[in-house]
């Protein structure tokens, strides 16, 4: 049943049999590796309902297929060991030049997959650019964008598409990666003539009960983290700071928090400072204010006149 069509492409086309052979080699390469993708992956998601696994899986079979599928096809079109030296030569000069942004790419990709500096899930910031990863692919990684115009890091809505190559050159800070809690302040200034030894103690006590149990998972996590990185703290509990500024004392309070959880964490505590500092008296916010000085009142020269 082949042969006669063979014979006639060949005579019409005048393509080769070995071409057309090598035709069908790889349509048939590219059927089954898909077919197979597909079988796997739909056994996959009856096994489980989690979204990260399902995910893993979906990229772990794309990646299979598309290396398989790359070095069969190779083996089809190009031939044996003589011929694959020959075309490399042939290839690698203007390859060089011309493929160097996408050599870059997937270097970076390799890089990420072996180092792991970061993951999927993972919420980092590379160069100026923040976000959570959403997706990682041979050329580049996904970004849920964080931060920009919006406050507190919560999220703009955005999916930035950032190219592999950029893990070489621009610095990463990973939030979920060691140490996973991260520090957060809150800066409350009270006037002078305030309390201020009573404002501390009740802000201090505030920042207790919103951070204080977190303690004990950060002591957990600080010290698997050392085992990889130096890191280290003396206190991890939460601390109010005291310094002077222009219009009053400012009052820092420090305490730990997970990233997601900033915005949340610090609303709870502004909401509690403000209906504490209602209650008292003695305590009042400092804020920018000013003074009008009227010279023909309060002046040395008319005050000499009325004397």
Known sequence: MLIPIIDWIERNLHISSSIQLRVLLSILLVIFLYVFRIIVIRIVYKKTEDIKLRYRWRKLTSYLAFFIGAIVLFRIWVGGIKNIATFLGLLSAGVAVALRDPISNIAGWLFILWRKPFDVGDRIQIGDHRGDVIDIRVFQFTLMEIGNWVPAEQSTGRILHIPNSRVFTKEIANYDRGFKYIWNEIPVIVTFESNWKKAKEILLE????????????????????????????????????????DNGIMLSIRYLTLPRKRRNTEQAIWEEILEAFHKEDDIDFAYPTQRMFLNYIEGKIKKENRE
Request: aromatic fraction near 10%.
């Open 206 to 245: 505030i920042a207790r009960r919103h951070a204080e149990h977190l303690t004990r998972d950060a002591e957990e996590k600080l010290r698997k983290a050392a085992r990889k990185y130096m890191i280290f703290y003396t206190v991890l509990t939460p601390t109010v700071y005291t310094s002077v500024v």
